[in-house]
């Protein structure tokens, strides 16, 4: 290999701000690195003691969930918005064909059980209160990311949330039509705000939206509250409504639950991260995630009893099993459990 000449500059790849990565960054990498400019010293080009600098500082730099560099995690799904668009763009045909075929002269929606009904008027319908919920929480989520390799996961995952947010009310707006007498689309309030099942679900979301540091956001919401709320209100929700023999809405919940799947991959896969890149981190998941305990199996129990009470036959014990050994699952995937 030549010598540089004395005073010569050391030729650096056009990827250098990657580190030691042997190889040309991948696509994924090329559009999502080092995108966050707000992880200096004063994350804002303002005053020190501007109110988002302050916020910044005290909610996501100085926590103390601690890691030397964000950038080196890695979404395992590796989604970009190209590849976001055209994934979701697939699921949205998707569903769409469904409703065409399902819907397309109102006999399906009119011919729907007195059980299933009552089910979708308590247990789906007004979800879209609490996705809403979620929506914003995983919105601070990504607004107060250390990295935009974690940004963007969070920000894919409000637009998911958003889509189901949508997909509800299209849902809700259709049973009016079929079925005016129950009031769809009039009654969720109500429901969400003093049905006793969901206000448990309503207290827990409640605490979420204040809750300021990032990391105990994160961790409360991506894995212990979300993945719980999600199992109930698509997974299990969609099984008791082909019970009760509503096919397209469990196709479409079974759909739903997809990027909610997606949501678990990247958080167990931080929550890895973290823990590899310092140990100490361990116990700060542990100890975040036990504050949440006494809620979330507050969250298992009314969920299953609302589900379970709305089709004869289910049994509220076996969907809160299942529900507790996912949730189980997921935590010792992410490596912060209790046998870990």
Request: with cysteine; charged share 25%; net charge negative.
């Given at each position: 290999m030549a010598e540089r000449a004395p005073?010569?500059?050391?030729?650096?790849?056009?990827?250098?701000?990657?580190?030691n990565l042997s190889r040309k960054p991948n696509d994924y990498e090329i559009v999502t690195h080092d995108m966050n400019h707000t992880m200096g010293s004063k994350p804002l080009d303002m005053g020190p003691d501007v109110h988002g600098n302050v916020w910044l500082k005290k909610y996501r730099n100085d926590i103390p969930l601690k890691v030397s560099d964000w950038n080196k995690f890695r979404d395992p799904d590796r989604v970009t918005y190209d590849s976001y668009v055209k994934m979701q763009?697939?699921?949205?045909?998707?569903?769409?064909?469904?409703?065409?075929?399902?819907?397309?002269?109102?006999?399906?929606?009119?011919?729907?059980?007195?059980?299933?009904l009552n089910l979708l008027a308590e247990a789906f319908t007004p979800c879209r209160y609490l996705v809403h919920a979620q929506q914003m929480i995983s919105a601070y989520i990504y607004q107060l990311a250390p990295s935009s390799y974690v940004g963007n996961c969070a920000a894919f995952q409000v637009a998911d949330q958003l889509r189901r947010v949508q997909r509800t009310a299209y849902r809700t707006k259709q049973l009016d039509n079929a079925h005016p007498a129950h009031s769809f689309g009039s009654r969720e309030r109500g429901v969400w705000e003093k049905e006793p099942h969901w206000q448990s679900i309503?207290?827990?979301?409640?605490?979420?939206?204040?809750?300021?540091?990032?990391?105990q956001a994160l961790i409360a919401n991506?894995?212990?509250?979300?993945?719980?709320?999600?199992?109930?209100?698509?997974n299990q929700l969609a099984m008791a409504a082909r019970t009760a023999g509503d096919e397209l809405d469990a196709l479409i919940l079974e759909n739903l639950y997809h990027d909610s799947?997606?949501?678990?991959r990247w958080t167990v896969a931080l929550a890895k991260f973290v823990i590899e890149e310092n140990s100490a981190n361990r116990s700060e998941l542990r100890r975040i995630a036990s504050k949440w305990e006494a809620a979330s199996e507050e969250i298992i129990r009314a969920g299953s009893e609302l589900i379970s009470g709305c089709v004869p036959g289910l049994?509220?014990?076996?969907?809160?099993?299942?529900?507790?050994r996912n949730s189980a699952q997921l935590h010792s995937q992410a490596g912060h459990g209790l046998d870990a």
């Amino acid at each position: 290999m030549a010598e540089r000449a004395p005073g010569q500059r050391e030729r650096r790849r056009t990827w250098s701000s990657l580190g030691n990565l042997s190889r040309k960054p991948n696509d994924y990498e090329i559009v999502t690195h080092d995108m966050n400019h707000t992880m200096g010293s004063k994350p804002l080009d303002m005053g020190p003691d501007v109110h988002g600098n302050v916020w910044l500082k005290k909610y996501r730099n100085d926590i103390p969930l601690k890691v030397s560099d964000w950038n080196k995690f890695r979404d395992p799904d590796r989604v970009t918005y190209d590849s976001y668009v055209k994934m979701q763009d697939e699921q949205e045909t998707y569903i769409d064909n469904l409703l065409i075929s399902y819907t397309k002269d109102n006999s399906i929606d009119e011919r729907i059980s007195s059980d299933c009904l009552n089910l979708l008027a308590e247990a789906f319908t007004p979800c879209r209160y609490l996705v809403h919920a979620q929506q914003m929480i995983s919105a601070y989520i990504y607004q107060l990311a250390p990295s935009s390799y974690v940004g963007n996961c969070a920000a894919f995952q409000v637009a998911d949330q958003l889509r189901r947010v949508q997909r509800t009310a299209y849902r809700t707006k259709q049973l009016d039509n079929a079925h005016p007498a129950h009031s769809f689309g009039s009654r969720e309030r109500g429901v969400w705000e003093k049905e006793p099942h969901w206000q448990s679900i309503r207290k827990t979301m409640e605490r979420l939206l204040v809750v300021f540091e990032w990391d105990q956001a994160l961790i409360a919401n991506n894995l212990v509250i979300r993945p719980i709320c999600d199992d109930l209100f698509l997974n299990q929700l969609a099984m008791a409504a082909r019970t009760a023999g509503d096919e397209l809405d469990a196709l479409i919940l079974e759909n739903l639950y997809h990027d909610s799947s997606r949501h678990n991959r990247w958080t167990v896969a931080l929550a890895k991260f973290v823990i590899e890149e310092n140990s100490a981190n361990r116990s700060e998941l542990r100890r975040i995630a036990s504050k949440w305990e006494a809620a979330s199996e507050e969250i298992i129990r009314a969920g299953s009893e609302l589900i379970s009470g709305c089709v004869p036959g289910l049994s509220a014990e076996a969907i809160a099993q299942d529900v507790r050994r996912n949730s189980a699952q997921l935590h010792s995937q992410a490596g912060h459990g209790l046998d870990a």
